[in-house]
């Protein structure tokens, strides 16, 4: 079982990003190690110049998410971690996928249409590709399994579907690609912003005080849950009527790896909102601080981070070399390979 997931340089990362995926990878990195197999995850800088950014930052931001994927409990000698800018291969595999990738398709990716209405002096060529870009990553490792939020959802259909089409197309009745399947957690797959509690928790899209930033100091984190929107009732369950309570509910759930149900039934004694609030923030707080202890250690020294980095993409070239060879061959794109 092998697994592969990208994380974006961009931003802070929230806690949605740390419930939906970082957790997840961490956890990823023992399974894919115990079935024999390997996880590997990716800082994918190119997935950041499709919109409007800054070049010093970026590089600035792929040592931030190095460090904090590290400080999460990422460990290079279980995984391969690696920045996407370092290995060419997935590129080229982009515009080789292009050619089985519908048009259609791509114009029908919900992030495509919010994210381009945010743009105001370019919808760039890379925005509308993206997705292709992420079936690259994936299919180019020949992975199973891709650990995302349900954000990510209608991108892992699309790589299914790419996947599939390219072994129809080319594949002569083998699977040159693998067929990626994703993994969107039970709990805290789509983490609500505090004050919008009807929006996901975004880099790009929600309100600062409604969002949950890992390396947050504890008195910002209990200020920002304190103030979440809940609703005009008392009680302490999970409905589509009480989208904020809900939201509380889910992030203790997921803070302290129980069920929902469990949090419920506690919360079944408690005074009112405000002890729900209290609850979450302790978890919250105690989950995040030993990752932003851990955080500060490692940001600092540059150039060990830039070895991690350099160190996974060697690995990352040793699997995705022969995948991009296996697929220009089929496709009759360079020389006949040499046999
Ligand atoms: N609110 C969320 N709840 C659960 N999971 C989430 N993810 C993102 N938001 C939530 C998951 O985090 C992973 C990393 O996503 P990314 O690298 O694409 O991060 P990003 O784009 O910087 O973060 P956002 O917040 O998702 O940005 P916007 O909203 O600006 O596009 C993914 O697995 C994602 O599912």
């Not at 984190?221 to 999970?238: C, H």
Request: proline share 5%; charged share 25%.
């Amino acid at each position: 079982m092998r697994i592969f997931s990208g994380i974006q340089p961009t931003g802070r990362k929230h806690l949605g990003n740390y419930i939906g995926a970082i957790r997840q990878y961490v956890a990823g990195q023992r399974r894919a190690q115990e079935a024999g197999d390997l996880a590997i995850y990716s800082i994918v800088d190119l997935h950041a110049t499709t919109v409007s950014y800054d070049p010093a930052e970026l590089r600035e931001r792929c040592l931030d998410t190095t460090a904090l994927l590290l400080a999460a409990g990422l460990d290079p000698e279980l995984c391969i971690l690696f920045r996407q800018g370092d290995v060419p291969e997935h590129t080229e595999l982009t515009w080789l996928l292009c050619s089985v990738t519908a048009h259609g398709d791509l114009n029908r990716m919900h992030q495509f249409k919010e994210k381009s209405d945010s743009q105001r002096e370019l919808v760039s060529a890379g925005l509308f590709l993206y997705p292709v870009l992420q079936a690259a990553d994936v299919l180019a490792y020949r992975a199973d399994e891709v650990p995302v939020g349900e954000d990510q959802r209608q991108h892992v259909e699309l790589m299914r579907d790419i996947a599939e089409r390219f072994n129809a197309r080319f594949g002569d009745g083998q699977q040159i690609l693998t067929v990626p399947a994703h993994r969107i957690p039970e709990v805290g797959a789509r983490i609500m912003d505090l004050q919008h509690p009807e929006r996901k928790m975004s880099t790009t899209g929600g309100s600062d005080e409604g969002t949950v930033y890992v390396l947050d100091e504890p008195e910002a984190i209990r200020k920002k849950l304190s103030r979440a929107v809940t609703d005009s009732g008392t009680e302490i369950v999970r409905s589509l009527e009480k989208p904020g309570v809900t939201n509380l509910i889910d992030i203790l759930a997921a803070s302290r790896d129980v069920e929902p149900a469990q949090v419920e039934e506690e919360m079944a004694q408690a005074r009112g909102y405000g002890d729900l609030k209290a609850a979450v923030a302790d978890a919250v707080v105690e989950m995040l601080e030993p990752v932003q202890a851990r955080y500060a250690e490692l940001r600092g020294d540059e150039a060990a981070l830039e070895d991690v980095l350099a160190a996974g993409a060697e690995r990352a070239r040793e699997i995705a070399g022969p995948t991009v060879a296996d697929v220009r061959a089929v496709m009759g794109v360079g020389p006949p390979p040499a046999r």
